[in-house]
């Protein structure tokens, strides 16, 4: 009779990610990490090709923490279900004037920004048409460089650009990941949850060995996590073994109000403040801050 895993059974992280693969990526320097972009705009992918991560939830609630913080932040929704545009209360952009007709030269990114109810945080609202944008572009020479030369049309304007891709290693990811600086992974606390980052990581280093040579890993952070069950302990575990200080020490936890605020179309911080998962989104996106601009340090200049 075939084994069937049980919540005793710790996951085997080695079986689902190749060693070399991990061994070849590029990842970003905890103890540099501050300065890497510093005086640049943060382009940060959110992205794990397993859907059901909370990758969207969190695209959504990072982005307002950050914007509460202070930050100016552009959210990117590139996934065309256009979750992260109706989790924040906005409407899908008119026909001809979408994220779609952008990848045709017909508008460009800045001509569909919008600005959410948010004080610091704007939004490229997704479009339905997306879905068939692979077959449509089918092998346009530079198909995968259209976001990045958008975003560069943006200038510095904003501290933060997030990009929600969506859970495939499709056209869409893809222009997110040549576009970005770094890629921001969820990770699901539940047992299959490691296989997405196998098909991740090998995504990532294809863009890195072709396209974008810069892109790095900032880090990896858990979602739907339960302290109580065993299973979640050891998918942590086995993660911690593999990514080591790249791991967030702040935690998402499984949290009814997480998965009510989209229906309302807020972020949770707005929905119910004093949540556990407001408070931990909190806690990560203050984490993730410190990663990206403590301690910045001031390029020398010459004297004399």
């Given at each position: ?15 689902n990610v190749p060693r070399g693969t991990f061994s070849n990526l590029k990842f970003v320097e905890p103890s540099s990490v501050a300065c890497y972009l510093s005086y640049m705009t943060q382009i940060i992918a ?221 972020p949770i911080c707005l929905y119910d403040g004093v949540s556990s998962g407001a408070k931990a989104y909190r806690a990560l996106t203050e984490e993730l801050d410190h990663r990206c601009y403590s301690s910045i ?8």
């Amino acid at each position: 009779m075939a084994h069937r895993p049980s919540h005793q059974d710790t996951p085997t992280f080695h079986k689902n990610v190749p060693r070399g693969t991990f061994s070849n990526l590029k990842f970003v320097e905890p103890s540099s990490v501050a300065c890497y972009l510093s005086y640049m705009t943060q382009i940060i992918a959110i992205s794990n090709q397993k859907g059901g991560v909370g990758k969207t939830t969190s695209a959504i609630n990072i982005s307002a923490e950050l914007a509460n913080l202070g930050r100016k932040v552009l959210l990117v929704d590139f996934d065309p279900q256009a979750s992260a545009t109706s989790g924040l209360g906005i409407h899908l952009a008119e026909e001809g004037r979408d994220l779609y007709d952008l990848f045709f030269g017909r508008i460009s990114l800045g001509d569909i920004i919008v600005e959410s109810t948010i004080k610091n945080l704007w939004v490229a609202p997704s479009s339905k048409d997306l879905v068939g944008l692979e077959i449509e572009l089918g092998k346009t020479p530079g198909r995968e460089l259209i976001l990045r030369s958008q975003l560069n049309l943006l200038g510095t304007r904003y501290d933060y650009v997030l990009i929600d891709c969506p859970p495939s290693s499709g056209l869409l990811t893809l222009n997110a990941l040549g576009a970005a600086g770094k890629i921001l992974i969820p990770l699901q606390a539940e047992y299959y949850a490691l296989e997405g980052i196998s098909a991740l990581l090998n995504t990532i280093e294809f863009v890195q060995q072709t396209f974008n040579p810069d892109l790095k890993v900032l880090g990896v952070f858990m979602t739907m996590f339960d302290a109580r069950t065993n299973l979640s302990v050891q998918v942590e575990t086995e993660a911690t073994k593999y990514f080591k200080e790249l791991m967030f020490q702040s935690r998402i936890p499984r949290n009814i109000k997480l998965s009510e605020a989209p229906s309302h179309g807020l972020p949770i911080c707005l929905y119910d403040g004093v949540s556990s998962g407001a408070k931990a989104y909190r806690a990560l996106t203050e984490e993730l801050d410190h990663r990206c601009y403590s301690s910045i340090q001031v390029p020398a200049t010459a004297n004399g």
